[in-house]
């Protein structure tokens, strides 16, 4: 690639993540094609300076690199091989990019679809939330064929600051699981953690700002635990998607006969968050859960 002749690159599933995402490629200097179920971001993107496609199958022909930003396995396999999908448009040799959380075997299936016709399929999973997304620095796990990902890296260069080829197709997405775990196993700590000051009558965010110091420090604890403290939830992640992504942890863990103890504890915190306040709320409701269920009202503060 040259700055002078970027590929055409399209874009499928203008969400939360999808919108920001695919206005960092125009900004980039990648000519873009995009589609998506609302109307909306496609008009505002087109505002931007893309291309309007009527279906995904009419993105793929009129690009090299195709990335996708859909809530669920069921959605990804809809829009890549169902009627219309990708995959009957895809040229030879265009690459495929999912950065959807899915099951691996949902990645590791469609990159063999795609094999079949010519072109290569990587599952690319992203962390970083809406605010990365925005701002360009989402960390990318990648699985899928080291050439595919090299054809696809510049324009992922415009969606991360972090790109890591984890190995083979499903790869990524079994990161994406374990990131999403070890985020999860975060927040139930914290929450423990906030109750036990609270109702030892110490200050929930003296505490926080003392961790943020230490080994205990992560990301976790610098944002969503904020939120917690000060009860300021609009830059949601909603918990339904968290909640399809414990389920794909504990369908993996399964498949490969692994104990997964903090796992089903955060799953039952998560059942309780949207019991308690409703599947969009964001979810940081884990935290909220455990200060419930420690009967300090869900409040950190």
């Not at 790869?171 to 374990?178: F, I, T, V």
């Not at 992640?237 to 504890?265: C, F, G, N, S």
């Amino acid at each position: 690639m040259t700055d002078t002749n970027p590929p055409a690159v399209g874009f499928i599933g203008l969400g939360v993540m999808g919108r920001p995402m695919a206005a960092n490629l125009l900004r980039a200097g990648f000519p873009l094609v995009v589609h998506s179920r609302s109307p909306g971001p496609v008009e505002q993107l087109v505002a931007l300076g893309a291309q309007a496609a009527a279906s995904p199958a009419e993105v793929a022909a009129r690009t090299e690199i195709v990335l996708t930003a859909l809530p669920a396995s069921a959605d990804v396999e809809l829009v890549v091989a169902g009627p219309q999908g990708v995959l009957d448009g895809l040229q030879p040799g265009a690459v495929v990019v999912d950065t959807s959380t899915i099951l691996p075997a949902t990645a590791r299936d469609l990159a063999g679809r795609a094999a079949a016709k010519g072109g290569a399929f990587l599952d690319a999973p992203v962390s970083g939330g809406e605010m990365g997304a925005a701002e360009g620095t989402l960390s990318i796990m990648v699985g899928g064929q080291a050439a595919a990902l090299e054809r696809a890296r510049p324009a992922l260069a415009a969606l991360g600051s972090r790109i890591v080829h984890v190995g083979d197709s499903g790869a990524g997405q079994l990161c994406k699981a374990c990131n999403q775990l070890v985020i999860g196993g975060t927040m139930a700590a914290l929450g423990e953690a906030f109750a036990l000051a609270r109702k030892a009558g110490v200050d929930p965010a003296r505490v926080r700002e003392a961790l943020l110091g230490g080994f205990a420090a992560s990301r976790v604890l610098e944002l969503h635990a904020e939120r917690v403290i000060e009860s300021n939830y609009s830059a949601s992640a909603p918990l339904r998607l968290y909640q399809k992504d414990m389920q794909i942890i504990m369908d993996t863990a399964r498949e490969h006969a692994v104990p997964a103890l903090v796992a089903a504890w955060v799953q039952q915190l998560v059942g309780l968050a949207v019991a308690d306040r409703g599947s969009d709320f964001d979810y940081a409701g884990v935290i909220t859960a455990v200060l419930r269920l420690a009967g300090v009202d869900g409040q950190a503060a």
